[in-house]
C-alpha cells in the first residue's frame, strides 16, 4: 500500500540517521537508543546490526513490526511502552514483543494516547526508560 511504501521510506531515512549516530556513538559503548514512531524500527534494525555498540533499546509508542525481519537477531534488552488507548499501536508491539528473543518487556500506560500527552503519561514514560536504561546501561 501507499501508506507502507511511505513508511518504509521514512523508515529507511530514520534507520541510516540511527545507524550513523550509532557509528558516532562507537567511543561510547554504554549508549543505549530511545525512540519513537518509524525511529523505533531503526533502532531495532540498529541494534540487530552493531549489537555491540547499542547495549538497550527502549521504544516509545513506536513501530517495532516495521522492524520484524531482524527482531529475532536483537540482543539488546528491549522495552516496548505503547499507551492502552492506541490501539493499533498497542497491537503491532504486542506482535513485535512476541518475536523478540532478548531480554524484553512490554508496558501499557492505561489511559494514555500515541504521544502521551495526558496528565502524567509522558512524565510515567520517561520514567520507565530512565529506569530500563539505569538496569541495563
Known amino acids: 500500500s501507499r501508506e507502507k511504501e511511505e513508511l518504509q521510506g521514512v523508515l ?12 558516532l556513538a562507537v567511543t561510547k559503548p554504554s549508549d543505549g537508543s530511545k ?13 540487530a546490526e552493531f549489537s555491540e555498540i547499542v547495549l ?3 521504544s516509545l509508542s513506536g513501530r517495532p513490526d516495521l ?3 531482524v527482531l529475532t537477531r536483537v540482543a539488546a534488552p528491549t522495552l516496548l511502552i505503547a499507551g492502552s488507548l492506541a490501539t493499533e499501536v498497542l497491537q503491532l508491539n504486542h506482535e513485535a514483543f512476541s518475536i523478540l528473543n532478548c531480554q524484553k518487556e512490554i508496558v501499557v500506560l ?12 509522558l ?10 536504561f539505569s538496569e541495563y546501561l
Open 12 to 23: 529507511t531515512t530514520e534507520e541510516n540517521r540511527l545507524q550513523k549516530a550509532v557509528e
Open 67 to 69: 522492524a520484524s525481519s
Open 123 to 132: 512524565e510515567d514514560a520517561a520514567n520507565l526508560v530512565i529506569d530500563w
Open 35 to 47: 525512540a519513537g514512531a518509524t525511529a523505533a524500527a531503526a533502532a531495532l534494525i540498529a541494534a
Open 56 to 58: 538497550a533499546v527502549v
Open 110 to 121: 492505561e489511559g494514555a494516547t500515541h504521544l502521551f500527552s495526558e496528565p502524567g503519561k
